[in-house]
């Protein structure tokens, strides 16, 4: 079996955690620094407790710190600043990209911002106030400047000039632009070695590319790079003005980033919460998702005592409760996950919506058939009573459909009212399948055990 730098990750948390000497501490991290990449190394660090966290800090050189510091979450950004002395501070912003900069002026402190900003060398500083003119939720913000551009009249052979330089990565096509810096056209890199010297590369020019728009949505120009099968995409202003490109490696890890916040939200946690936040930050970010599902709780609850008298009739109803409600939450959160990474992708649309819905109630009916029998049969087995089986088996089928119809209609009506599924969605889900199951399963113990 292939061992991945990542498997080792916990071994060497472990073994910084156990060890007490600086020597070993140092060679483990030394040995970390062959292993793991640099955003590994801040896993390492984020994975340690904050009391332990400067010891190991200190061991490290300049290099290896800045490098750790541009990986950290917000939270543990934040943190390392705050616990650094300002002078320690500012030294991990002094060769900081344009970027690293635009990832942490959204995190770290004004005065480290405007520090960093006046490291940057000419170039950098135009890109910069480039990626200013955009919002953050746009393309033009997070642009790659590592395009290769020349005139459209160089020749085959200055191109090759350029190229014996060294090209960027991801690097199949170079742009052609006007003198304005209109995009003119793009010629394959592999075209040059067949054409002559004397050639000028607009002969060889492909003019039906398709652009980025710098004012585009990031996320979705993301998914636009990864379908189109290209290593890179340029991506242009208004004026057709060749601003810089996107690169397929960051629309994948834009792509990580909306599953990463799905997730956390989904949990009702905020995506760059430290490891080791401190109990009351932690405290706070997860009380406020347990007091409104406390709230869906107690309107479940309500439900069931209006089967009070049912209840203290046909004990065994209370016993089976809890797997009514299990399935029907399991089952819906099924289908609300492939939704809600559905739009996300933006693959789910009004166009597809309907056949969607038809497929996972499908699917809810054919799981409701089986699992309703099987626990029906179950249900007779333990308690020796047709009519408790019964009732129990039309419960869970009811169940599952109504958790698949929710599991699609839910996440879409938050999204066309601009609320985040992955963050309401689940709550508002199992309070449905609980009010569902525990009104179907005790109602129909009304009518057949009494």
């Given at each position: 079996m292939i061992e991945y730098p990542i498997d080792q990750l916990p071994q060497l948390i472990d073994e910084l955690l156990q060890c007490d000497t600086t020597e070993r501490k140092n060679k483990l991290l030394a040995d970390a620094k062959e292993i793991l990449s640099t955003e590994h190394l801040s896993l390492l660090f984020e994975a340690l407790p904050k009391d332990q966290r400067i010891d190991i800090w200190q061991l490290l050189d300049e290099d290896t710190q800045h490098e750790i510091f541009i990986n950290l979450g917000a939270d543990s950004c934040r943190w390392l600043l705050q616990t650094l002395d300002e002078d320690a501070g500012f030294k991990l912003l002094d060769e900081v990209s344009v970027a690293e900069l635009l990832e942490l002026e959204e995190v770290i402190p004004e005065r480290f911002v405007e520090y960093a900003r006046r490291q940057l060398d000419e170039v950098q500083t135009k890109q910069y106030e480039l990626a200013q003119q955009y919002l953050p939720e746009q393309l033009g913000h997070w642009l790659d400047f590592d395009s290769l551009k020349v005139s459209d009249k160089l020749t085959v052979g200055g191109a090759r000039k350029i190229l014996q330089k060294?090209?960027?990565?991801?690097?199949?096509?170079?742009?052609?632009?006007?003198?304005?810096?209109?995009?003119?056209?793009?010629?394959?890199?592999?075209?040059?070695?067949?054409?002559?010297?004397?050639?000028?590369?607009?002969?060889?020019?492909?003019?039906?590319?398709?652009?980025?728009?710098?004012?585009?949505?990031?996320?979705?120009?993301?998914?636009?790079?990864?379908?189109?099968?290209?290593?890179?995409?340029?991506?242009?202003?208004?004026?057709?003005?060749?601003?810089?490109?996107?690169?397929?490696?960051?629309?994948?890890?834009?792509?990580?980033?909306?599953?990463?916040?799905a997730a956390a939200k989904a949990g009702g946690l905020r995506e760059d919460e430290d490891l080791f936040a401190s109990v009351r930050k932690s405290a706070k970010n997860r009380g406020i998702w347990l007091g409104i599902n406390l709230a869906t709780a107690f309107l479940a609850s309500w439900f069931i005592g209006l089967f009070g008298a049912t209840i203290e009739?046909?004990?065994?109803?209370?016993?089976?409760?809890?797997?009514?409600?299990?399935?029907?939450?399991?089952?819906?959160?099924?289908?609300?996950?492939?939704?809600?990474?559905?739009?996300?992708?933006?693959?789910?649309t009004d166009s597809n919506r309907k056949a969607l819905l038809k497929k996972e109630l499908r699917v809810g009916a054919v799981n409701g058939c089986v699992w309703a029998m099987v626990i029906g049969v179950l249900t007779y087995f333990w308690f020796s009573d047709v009519m408790l089986s019964i009732t129990i088996t039309v419960a869970i089928l009811l169940n599952l459909i109504a958790a698949s119809l929710s599991g699609v209609v839910i996440p879409s009506i938050l999204d066309k009212m601009k609320i985040d599924p992955a963050l309401s969605g689940s709550v508002i889900l199992t309070t449905v399948t609980d009010i569902v199951g525990f009104v179907t399963f005790l109602g129909l113990g009304s009518l057949l055990l009494l």
């Open positions: 060294g090209l960027p990565q991801y690097t199949e096509v170079i742009y052609l632009v006007s003198r304005k810096g209109t995009l003119i056209g793009e010629v394959s890199v592999n075209t040059l070695f067949k054409a002559k010297d004397s050639d000028t590369l607009l002969s060889f020019a492909d003019h039906d590319i398709t652009s980025l728009h710098a004012d585009d949505d990031l996320y979705e120009a993301a998914e636009v790079v990864i379908h189109s099968e290209k290593v890179a995409m340029p991506v242009v202003n208004v004026d057709n003005k060749l601003l810089g490109r996107l690169k397929v490696t960051s629309a994948y890890e834009l792509r990580q980033e909306v599953t990463d916040e009739q046909v004990v065994a109803l209370a016993v089976l409760m809890p797997v009514v409600a299990s399935m029907g939450g399991i089952a819906g959160s099924q289908t609300l996950t492939v939704i809600v990474r559905g739009l996300a992708l933006g693959q789910v």
